[in-house]
């Protein structure tokens, strides 16, 4: 099957200007033609320096300025093409063939925006040309203007329901606006042609937007094994790795689809984020400008920027960056969390104080959201037994007495594993005040269900736990091989605690000496942040 995202329709039309040369043997019509020669053989970088000294004789030929910008592009000299197809339209304007040439030299430098303008005048002056509405619609598609692409070409796919080109993208402009059912009848009209990376794409893409992250892993691997090269293939596959705890996977992935589409937004933010959450600042910057370039009204991509210029200790330039953000999305948390580290920084007490407050209501609404306790509420108790001992722990006895860390999980969950050592220094560091426990719970891939990548990839394989004294061996196991230096209690076979915490597949909750809960994350490295449980530790221990 055809690649249907109409790469087959990016193809820069040179405008051999023949007709423009006389037929006189002079020096400009012999540079000229040697100019046009070098061009089809492919010796481009020769036509280039064939054009310019042709334009030094005749520097008002449109055509040959065309071609000269057809060149360029064919050397990925974007920039320098766009100017010679601009020189071209003010000589020759109205000319569609400059003007398609023009729109495609601005989405292959990444303007896509700027693509999208030029294609959208050539579009309302000629509406019924099929190559420019599937191209329009296609920097539409990676603009994210889902809307504009069904807009687009829900009349192409009624006239022509043969066109899987169009029922490509409209497909996945229905789907990733959850309009499922619609962008069902599309999906299946390409499955009907067979096996093909697209439709697995399509499917994989579906998965994803329902949530459902291990089914959308598995369909976008094998829509990769078909066709690595897909235009944003890699980077829905490397985003769906991430949410299934698979980081390393994620970069792959991400880096692959930057190495031939160096302007992916998604790809550009998201691996910026994931650089973000190791502190490499100084690498994430420039991913976080190149999505910014392709959609400078990104609230993510700008939070992010204004995290690394954060991090970077720029504060002065974060605070007028997140400042932007949480005006732009007022219930932003990670922007108010990183807005307050910056006031803190600066010292500005007043603004810190009214940052603080936000971030408390903040949390307390996102823990609601998430299930489980809420913030400040009383942490269920449960009554659960130490491995390793004969005793039995109940949470409740420890009210008053001192303040408590629970970390949910299993061996078989990444997060868990990847979270390890932020929660072995915590214990290190806080050990003496407050109480660390690991509650074990249900296996979060246990063999015979969905496998993580990453478990497949580190050799991780747990059985599933058929009775209490299974899912013992598993908590002991999962102590020994993370070297966890805090106790391990085992939730029972009914998963009550696992249950009244929401805590599959793993989450960890700091609760204050007076039984409440002061903070709960999850641990997949988006949500969590060491520093922010550490503070909200720090509190619970300094309360009385």
């Not at 280039?48 to 057809?70: H, M, Q, T, W």
């Not at 070409?153 to 006239?159: A, D, K, S, T």
């Not at 076979?493 to 002061?518: H, K």
């Amino acid at each position: 099957m055809k690649h249907f995202a109409v790469a087959a329709l990016l193809l820069l039309a040179a405008l051999v200007p023949r007709a423009a040369y006389p037929q006189a043997a002079d020096e400009a019509m012999a540079i000229a033609q040697r100019a046009v020669q070098l061009q089809q053989a492919g010796d481009y970088p020769a036509a280039v320096d064939a054009y310019r000294a042709f334009l030094k004789l005749r520097p008002n030929e449109p055509a040959a300025r065309s071609n000269l910008g057809a060149a360029l592009v064919k050397l990925g000299r974007y920039d320098e093409a766009i100017e010679e197809y601009r020189e071209a339209e003010k000589l020759l304007p109205g000319d569609p063939r400059i003007g398609m040439n023009l729109a495609l030299a601005y989405e292959k430098s990444g303007r896509v925006r700027e693509a999208a303008e030029k294609l959208t005048a050539l579009h309302a002056g000629a509406p019924q040309e099929k190559q420019i509405t599937l191209l329009l619609a296609d920097c539409e598609l990676q603009s994210g203007e889902y809307d504009q692409v069904i807009s687009l070409l829900q009349p192409v796919e009624r006239e022509n329901p043969s066109d899987l080109a169009a029922a490509y993208m409209l497909g996945t402009a229905l789907i990733r606006t959850r309009h499922t059912a619609e962008g069902q009848v599309l999906l299946d009209k390409i499955l009907r042609n067979g096996d093909s990376a697209e439709a697995r794409f399509l499917v994989g893409t579906q998965s994803f937007e329902s949530g459902d992250f291990p089914a959308a892993v598995k369909e976008l691997a094998r829509a990769v094994e078909l066709n690595p090269k897909l235009p944003q293939l890699q980077s829905y596959y490397g985003l769906a790795l991430l949410n299934t705890g698979d980081p390393v996977g994620a970069v792959a992935a991400l880096r692959s689809e930057l190495a031939q589409n160096p302007n992916d937004y998604s790809s550009n933010l998201a691996l910026g984020q994931i650089l973000i959450v190791s502190k490499q600042y100084a690498e994430a910057t420039p991913r976080i400008e190149a999505a910014l370039r392709r959609r400078p009204d990104s609230i993510e991509a700008g939070l992010a920027l204004g995290e690394c210029l954060s991090g970077m200790g720029k504060l002065q330039d974060a605070r007028i960056r997140l400042e932007a953000v949480t005006r732009a999305v007022p219930a932003s948390l990670e922007a108010h969390r990183e807005l307050l580290s910056v006031y803190t920084r600066l010292r500005m007490k007043s603004q810190a104080a009214r940052e603080r407050a936000l971030v408390d209501r903040l949390e307390r609404e996102a823990a609601t959201k998430e299930g489980g306790p809420p913030i400040n509420a009383f942490a269920p108790d449960f009554d659960l037994s130490e491995v390793g001992t004969n005793r039995r722990v109940r949470l409740s006895d420890l009210r008053g007495k001192t303040p408590v860390v629970l970390a949910f999980g299993s061996y078989s969950c990444p997060n868990l594993r990847a979270s390890a050592e932020a929660l072995n220094a915590m214990f290190q560091h806080y050990g003496e005040q407050a109480r660390f426990f690991l509650v074990y719970i249900r296996e979060a891939h246990a063999t015979g269900d969905w496998q993580s990548t990453r478990n497949v990839r580190e050799g991780i394989t747990v059985a599933p736990a058929l009775t209490m004294e299974d899912k013992v061996d598993h908590a002991v196991m999962c102590t020994r091989k993370l070297h966890l230096k805090f106790p391990a209690l085992v939730d029972g076979m009914d998963g009550r605690a696992e249950a009244t915490y929401a805590a599959w597949p793993s989450r960890a909750f700091v609760i204050g000496r007076d039984g409440r809960v002061r903070y709960g994350t999850g641990l997949s490295q988006q949500d969590f942040h060491a520093e922010a449980m550490q503070k909200a530790l720090r509190a619970a221990i300094a309360r009385p």
